[in-house]
């Protein structure tokens, strides 16, 4: 069987495993109530609405070039990883004050909607259901614990995989701490790279990769450590080329506003750059746009100008290319059949290529 046959008949089981986890909740949620059972049909609905099962690819990739065989057996662990990344992007929307995901309502927006008949105040329908979505992306962090304890893997595999999810959800709430608290408190040079590291790169890249890989067979330690240096180099190259989508990409193909970071006051690694190099009345012209909640469109428009003016945005993308080259330094240290090295490298080309 070819291996891209392999990729496409693993994720149609993933998919699988998504919608059964969903299937049986509906059913005990019903049970409950039925407003239980709608926020459940809500969040089945927007997972199947979008997402490009990134991570449970990268799992399954990484099981199969480690000497995987029994692909269908670790489906289930990558379909976990998908629960966990969907639980972050609710939890995340909620943060980042959006009420869109994949070009429709996400889950605080779909009970915006709901919850506007029972009251008036949009101040009490906004934290009702944020509160809703809290609710949700904590479910789905139970659910991905679940999807993996419920896996047919042996004992000591399905331990492995809880402890690099664990941590996986250490990493990330770090860095999605700093990332939050980055719009206020006072900045440390650095953080941006931090950020990325631990917000994005643990659990988006390290866990499935390591996961895949401990699954697939015995790894020596310098090439699990080789392993865990190119999905980290990797995760930041991807993290900082998503902040530049974040506010130069095509709000129709990512269905997110390219608003929303330079209003939130997300100090990215393009804008620490911006900050190091703008002066005078450009300085005070981007201060008084970023993160102003009241900023114009057209006003948005002048920040974003700026940034590239200022040499920010192409700053960036070089320090894109460093991460990329750092990524492929550490893949030529691994032993690697040639057909999934050539894999992991398409993976370095498409992260710091992509516009959406």
């Known amino acids: 069987?070819?291996?891209?046959?392999?990729?496409?008949?693993?994720?149609?089981?993933?998919?699988?495993?998504?919608?059964?986890?969903?299937?049986?909740?509906?059913?005990?949620?019903?049970?409950?109530d039925s407003s239980?059972?709608?926020?459940?049909?809500?969040?089945?609905?927007?997972?199947?609405?979008?997402?490009?099962?990134?991570?449970?690819?990268?799992?399954?990739?990484?099981?199969?070039?480690?000497?995987?065989?029994?692909?269908?057996?670790?489906?289930?662990?990558?379909?976990?990883?998908e629960l966990l990344h969907f639980a972050l992007l609710i939890h995340?929307?909620?943060?980042d004050r959006d009420y869109i995901?994949?070009?429709?309502?996400?889950?605080?927006?779909?009970?915006?909607?709901?919850?506007?008949?029972?009251?008036?105040?949009?101040?009490?329908?906004?934290?009702?259901?944020n509160s809703a979505a809290i609710l949700a992306g904590d479910l789905m962090l139970s659910g991905a614990h679940q999807l993996i304890a419920s896996s047919d893997l042996p004992g000591?595999?399905?331990?492995?995989?809880?402890?690099?999810?664990?941590?996986?959800?250490?990493?990330?709430?770090?860095?999605?701490?700093?990332?939050?608290?980055?719009?206020?408190?006072?900045?440390?040079?650095?953080?941006?790279?931090?950020?990325?590291?631990?917000?994005?790169?643990s659990y988006s890249f390290i866990s499935p990769l390591l996961t895949g890989a401990a699954l697939g067979g015995s790894v020596e330690a310098m090439q699990r450590q080789s392993l865990r240096e190119y999905a980290t180099s990797l995760g930041v190259a991807y993290q900082l080329a998503d902040d530049i989508i974040g506010v130069f990409g095509n709000e129709v193909e990512t269905g997110k506003s390219t608003v929303g970071?330079?209003?939130?006051?997300?100090?990215?690694?393009?804008?620490?750059r911006a900050l190091e190099t703008l002066s005078g009345v450009d300085r005070n012209m981007f201060m008084t746009i970023f993160g102003n909640h009241a900023a114009t469109l057209v006003e948005v428009a002048q920040a974003k100008e700026l940034l590239v003016s200022c040499g920010a945005r192409s700053r960036t993308e070089q320090k894109i290319a460093e991460y990329a080259d750092a990524a492929r330094e550490s893949l030529s240290e691994l032993l690697l059949p040639d057909e999934y090295h050539r894999e992991f490298l398409l993976m370095v080309d498409k992260a710091v290529t992509r516009s959406s």
Do not use: C
């Open 1 to 32: 069987m070819k291996q891209a046959l392999v990729h496409h008949d693993a994720l149609l089981s993933v998919n699988s495993h998504i919608d059964e986890f969903f299937e049986q909740s509906i059913k005990v949620a019903s049970d409950i």
């Open 36 to 81: 239980y059972e709608r926020l459940w049909r809500g969040l089945h609905t927007l997972i199947q609405s979008g997402g490009k099962r990134h991570r449970p690819r990268m799992l399954l990739m990484s099981y199969m070039a480690f000497g995987g065989e029994q692909v269908e057996s670790v489906a289930r662990i990558a379909a976990a990883h």
């Open 92 to 95: 995340d929307d909620i943060i």
């Open 101 to 129: 995901r994949y070009g429709t309502d996400n889950i605080a927006g779909q009970y915006k909607h709901t919850y506007a008949t029972f009251m008036t105040s949009n101040e009490e329908v906004t934290h009702y259901a």
């Open 156 to 201: 000591d595999a399905i331990a492995t995989a809880q402890q690099l999810l664990s941590r996986g959800i250490m990493d990330v709430a770090g860095g999605e701490l700093l990332d939050t608290e980055g719009s206020f408190v006072p900045y440390k040079k650095g953080d941006a790279l931090k950020i990325a590291r631990y917000k994005t790169a």
């Open 261 to 272: 970071d330079i209003i939130e006051g997300k100090r990215t690694y393009l804008v620490e």
